[in-house]
């Protein structure tokens, strides 16, 4: 009697399959790769993906949630946030017109109005 050696379980779909992953895997691993190719695709043109959100409350997170925003040549993610009596009451993000709304902080009676700007992706949250 002459013995037979099973390769890979003893399975032939073993051979169809990349690295011998299941389906799942597999389906896993290059569902994972497109998304990634998909966010970073703006990195060619310097584009960068923000957070887009109309109303943000502390403790709370985003209430009216926009989704995201892509920015274009010139433009940066963007965080205002309103302060009133020393406590922040809400922030608003999203992405900027133009660079000349960051970085800006306006004091009135007992409230402050300031903005942050960022380039990096999500970097408003």
């Known amino acids: 009697m002459i013995k037979q050696e099973k390769f890979n379980s003893g399975t032939c779909l073993f051979f169809h399959l ?3 992953w299941n389906l799942r895997m597999r389906r896993i691993v290059f569902d994972s790769v497109y998304i990634l190719f998909c966010l970073l695709g703006g ?3 310097m584009s960068v993906i923000c957070r887009e959100c109309n109303l943000s409350l502390p403790f ?3 209430l009216l949630d ?3 925003c892509k920015t274009k040549h010139g433009q940066f993610c963007i965080k205002e946030i309103y302060t009133k009596f ?3 009451w809400y922030s608003v993000k ?3 017109v133009n660079k000349n709304q960051c970085f800006k902080r306006t004091v009135a009676a ?3 109005h300031s903005t942050h700007c ?3 992706p999500f970097c408003n949250f």
């Open 94 to 96: 999203g992405c900027t």
């Open 66 to 68: 926009l989704g995201t």
């Open 43 to 45: 990195v060619d043109d």
């Open 86 to 88: 020393g406590i922040q």
């Open 18 to 20: 990349p690295f011998g």
């Open 60 to 62: 709370h997170g985003c």
């Open 118 to 120: 960022c380039h990096k």
């Open 110 to 112: 007992f409230e402050v």
